[in-house]
């Protein structure tokens, strides 16, 4: 199904498309579906970087804008897992994403200690790490809404490829490809970027109840194109996101270039 004027021959997944005229609307619509799980009381499953600031933003302007009373019950039954943490990054490493989830959400909504899960990147042991948030994800009884974004070389989380659809939450070395892409907030230093990084893995994400992948950009163009319209297969780890029953996404003209929206 695609949301927008313009149908997309070549769709083939059971999923949804919805096609925003630019970044700022995509994130509206984004954290209006946020909002909404919330509202239901769902288990949320949050990503970080570049594409999720104006997200986060939408949402924060959205639940500042609640009657206090309504805002305080909804954030005390806040409860979400990050996809993943830099290895050797502490919670306060400005770089690291517990910090920028911090920043972006934690702070400005005053969102409880231990309500946002995230995994630890000081951890003695990452592997020992990685089993215990997968773990934690269980015992919370899943993701309700997963939150993603796409990596430049297809990976959804710090999911490289090649990756199969069953791989579970692991330490993981990143590809010099998704350093150079993260380079930016490490002073433009691919170097300076973690060589490690725990992630939940395509297993985690594909078990989500549902889906929610966001990409802006022309830049995004091309590996979109691959995930959603060739088959699935581990040289596109986001590709595997097509055989989820409850996929939508939500992506903005730029980004949609080569759907063959017609």
């Known amino acids: 199904m695609i949301a927008s004027s313009a149908s997309l021959t070549t769709l083939t997944w059971p999923g949804q498309l919805r096609v925003e005229p630019d970044a700022e609307a995509v994130a509206a619509h984004v954290a209006e579906r946020l909002h909404q799980a919330l509202e239901d009381g769902g288990v949320l499953g949050l990503a970080t970087g570049r ?3 104006p997200v986060y933003a939408a949402l924060r302007q959205r639940l500042l804008a609640l009657p206090k009373p309504q805002r305080e019950l909804l954030l005390r039954q806040w409860r979400s897992f990050n996809l993943d943490e830099y290895v050797g990054l502490g919670p306060d490493h400005p770089q690291s994403f517990a910090a920028f989830m911090q920043r972006q959400l934690a702070g400005p909504l005053q ?3 231990g309500s946002l899960a995230i995994p630890h990147g000081l951890a003695l042991d990452a ?11 269980v015992a919370a009884g899943g993701v309700d809404l997963q939150l993603l974004g796409l990596g430049s ?5 710090f999911n490289e490829p090649p990756c199969s659809e069953a791989e579970p939450c692991r330490c993981l070395t990143l590809s010099p490809a998704t350093r150079q892409q993260n380079a930016e907030a490490f002073g433009g230093d691919p170097a300076a970027v973690p060589a490690r990084a725990i992630t ?5 994400i594909l078990a ?4 929610l992948l966001v990409v802006t950009g022309a830049a ?6 691959r995930a959603l319209l060739e088959p699935p297969c581990p040289e596109v780890p986001a590709s595997w996101l097509q055989r989820h029953p409850r996929l939508e996404v939500v992506v903005d003209l730029a980004a949609a270039a080569q759907l063959e929206l017609s």
């Open 208 to 211: 989500a109840r549902r889906l």
């Open 153 to 157: 070389n297809g990976h959804v989380g």
């Open 127 to 137: 592997d020992a790490e990685a089993r215990r948030y997968s773990a934690a994800v």
């Open 111 to 113: 969102i409880e200690r």
């Open 200 to 204: 939940l893995g395509t297993a985690e």
């Open 51 to 53: 594409t999720m600031e």
């Open 220 to 225: 995004k163009a091309g590996i979109l194109r």
